[in-house]
């Protein structure tokens, strides 16, 4: 299969870290029960996800239970808790029976002088504390800087160098407001896995709409983990969408994952009807128009041979979607003929126009042709009224 990458990432094997249930659950007016939030948790591990982060367990009892029941679930991929660099937040985590505790602090100036109130030194020590505790409880430990994109990069590998001395096993780079550029983030990437030798994760938000983008960016650079969220859900604009990294890591990169991509529009779907946030139909891979096509042109060459008006190293089969043909007032013969030999409906040529200038005629004036009307127009013209 031919890849559209000059990067060297062809059978890579790349992990995904999905926040849906907690970075996700902070889009404003999202508020998941924990029903649904254990429903989304075994769809997320029939997906095969590498690691769910459950929750925030020091926000609430609530949040806590929930994130406890995640952990005791016997699922097989790795269930993380979030926490602070302080003990209440880590204990709250460890209590909860995760395997992994994503523990972070602010360390850009903007937000360690306003919302910290820490000095640089201050916030070098409560990491490595934070690390070397949530090690010595034996969980895994991924330590993020937050506002990483927004720090000064030799305070920023500082301390990156200090939690790795600690023991941590994975650094997350967060762009938290979503200001990184694509070339930004290679450069960033690039940099810190040269100054650090643990695995790098990146956690990117949709700020300008390039939250994909700087994800596979950070990956070009040597990032080994990607954190997404279902439908792209999370604070403000949110973070990068989980079925748009994997499919562009394994169509366009060649990159390997754990996902079994074929439950990605079930598994949007889900995150859909449970959060009420729906995807517009242009959504790329798992939005209603996706694999659906209108114009004669498209239709024509479609029925062909599909790869000639969709991207063929993703076909709708590989995310569980469907392919569509469209009847509007861009449609040519072609597209008719099939869908009226679904019907069991053989017009000849002369007849054939007629039916498609009176479909034409009817979407012209706004209206969407479904099965009946087509059924309707091909009686009519066939004589069968
Ligand atoms: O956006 C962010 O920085 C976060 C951190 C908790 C990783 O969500
Ligand atoms: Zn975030």
């Known amino acids: 299969m031919a890849f559209y990458s000059d990067e060297p990432l062809i059978g ?67 269930v993380c808790g979030l ?12 209590d909860c029976g995760v395997d992994m505790v994503h523990t972070f602090v602010s360390t850009s100036d903007i937000q360690r002088i306003h919302t910290i109130k820490k000095t640089r ?11 070397e505790y949530i090690k010595d409880h034996g969980a895994k430990c991924m330590f993020s800087a937050m506002d990483a994109t ?25 762009d938290t407001v979503g200001v990184m550029s694509p070339s930004g983030m290679y450069r960033l990437i690039s940099q810190v896995h040269s100054n650090v030798n643990i695995p790098i994760d990146v956690h990117c938000h949709n700020d ?44 366009i990169y060649g990159v390997k994952t754990n996902i079994n991509t074929e439950y990605l529009l079930e598994t949007s779907k889900m995150v859909e009807n449970f959060t009420g946030i ?14 659906a096509h209108e114009s004669g042109i498209h239709t024509h060459g479609v029925l062909e041979k599909a790869d000639t008006f969709e991207p063929g190293i993703m076909t709708p089969e590989m995310v569980g979607h469907r392919r569509r043909i469209v009847l509007g007032k861009h ?30 005629t009817i979407a012209n004036r706004g209206k969407r042709i479904c099965d009946a009307d087509l059924h309707a127009v091909a009686s009519a013209v066939l004589g069968k009224n």
């Open 121 to 131: 030194e201050e916030v070098v020590s409560m990491a490595v504390n934070a690390v």
């Open 278 to 291: 729906h995807m517009p139909p242009n959504t790329p891979i798992v939005g209603d128009n996706a694999f």
């Open 150 to 174: 927004r720090t000064d990069l030799d305070y920023l590998i500082e301390v990156f160098k200090a939690v790795e001395g600690a023991g941590c096993d994975i650094i997350n780079v967060p």
């Open 12 to 78: 890579k094997h790349k992990t995904i870290f999905d926040t849906t249930l907690r970075d996700g659950e902070q889009t404003p007016g999202v508020s998941l029960t924990n029903e649904q939030k254990l429903k989304i948790a075994r769809q997320l591990d029939k997906l095969g996800v590498d690691v769910l982060e459950a929750g925030f367990p020091i926000s609430s009892e609530g949040e806590k239970q929930n994130v406890r029941a995640i952990a005791s679930e016997g699922l097989s991929l790795d």
């Open 208 to 251: 300008f709409g390039i939250a994909v983008a700087n994800s596979l960016m950070a990956v070009e650079a040597g990032a080994s983990q990607v954190q997404v969220t279902v439908n792209g859900i999370g604070e403000r604009a949110g973070n990068a969408n989980l079925a748009q990294v994997v499919m562009c890591l394994q169509s």
């Open 331 to 360: 449609a040519g013969k072609h597209a008719v003929k099939q869908s009226l030999s679904e019907i069991g409906i053989q017009p000849t040529e002369e007849q054939l126009d007629e039916i498609l200038s009176r479909i034409k």
């Open 83 to 94: 926490a602070r660099v302080l003990q209440k937040d880590l204990d709250a985590c460890i």
